[in-house]
């Protein structure tokens, strides 16, 4: 009988008989007990092993990988628990950082250019009330052409420039102050500006004053609203999900409901009102865009609102109460 023991036993040959080194580190997505595969030994009777040194070295890698899994930091409610994973994080936050710094610096951006701004309305308010009307007339229309006015410089334009017996651009700045501000009193002002230019119907309005001066109003309400919705969507999702309580699922379903009733407003606005504009000389009006086709005069008054249907090079289709032609793009001024 054989009693040979320790490294000469038979047992402890078969267990060593092709002994290999650990080339490969642990996997990176668990824990696993295939300790062969951490090995890269093919044969499994090495996972069976009751050799000291090679069960204190399997054991040590193992312990190892435990610590750093129950180690790992956590952001939010996901793990970090590898480098790519880590650098997505900090990418969003990135992201997000340069997000409100582009915004911070637009808005800097657009509050020096409108202080030049300013200081034109200012001038032309100053030159108005010493009635140096002429200097006025051209500080108030060089900030117009920048797009920014306010209630009183339109109204004053429309002053001198009725005036200067100039009704058509008159009739303009009393409609764009209609629009932006709401109808004060403007309409019958309107009818007579285009009864002594010698109109002889009176389309001084088209219903959309009201909906756009109210929406210039509150204008800010939507966009806060619209806003607050996405931001509380977001919290929501990032959040965990699991066994969510009764109300918070009812306020999920509000919040969408409030968000998308704010977007179709916005949408609204943004992109399905129809451009309006006034018409500000006298023109044929023709049935196609080129002064060949068929054509009619006085189709429209001067002062008239149009809403604009179409655009081809330099025509404009323009329609009102239901008629529709087209006409040069220079003799209409958009609001």
Known sequence: MDNKKGLNSPCAQRETRTPM?????????GVSTNFTSWAGIGDSAGARTQDPLIKSQMLYRLSYRIKLLMNVPKFGNAKINTFSGMQ???????????????????????????????NNLESGD?????????????????????????????YRLAYMHENLRAYPQAIYYLKKAAQEFGDK???????????????????????????????????????????????????????????????????VVGVWA????????????????PQRAVLMENTAFYAEPGFSSNHRLNAFSLGETLDIDDRNDVWL??????????VPKWVVREL
Not at 126 to 153: C, I, N, P
Request: hydrophobic content about 45%.
């Open 185 to 251: 009193g403007t309409e019958g002002k309107i009818r007579q500006l285009m009864q002594r230019q010698g109109s002889n119907r009176f389309f001084t309005g088209d219903g959309w004053n009201d909906y756009l001066s109210f929406y210039r109003n509150w204008s800010w309400l939507f966009f806060g609203v619209f806003g607050a919705c996405i931001l509380g969507l977001g919290v929501h999702y990032w959040m965990p999900n699991n066994n969510m309580a009764a109300w918070r699922q009812l306020a």
């Open 21 to 29: 080194p650990f080339r490969a580190p642990p996997p990176q997505d």
């Open 88 to 118: 997505h994080q900090f990418t969003t936050i990135f992201l997000l950082m340069l997000l409100i710094f582009g915004g911070w610096s637009t808005k800097l951006n657009a509050q020096a250019s409108s202080d030049g701004v300013l």
């Open 258 to 273: 409030i968000l998308f009733l704010s977007g179709a407003v916005i949408f609204h606005r943004s992109f399905l009102m």
């Open 317 to 326: 289709q323009v329609s009102a109460a239901g008629r529709q032609w087209w």
């Open 126 to 154: 100053k030159a108005f009330d010493a009635g140096q009307f002429t200097q006025a007339l051209k500080l108030y229309e060089d900030v117009y052409s920048q797009g920014k006015f306010s209630e009183k410089m339109l």
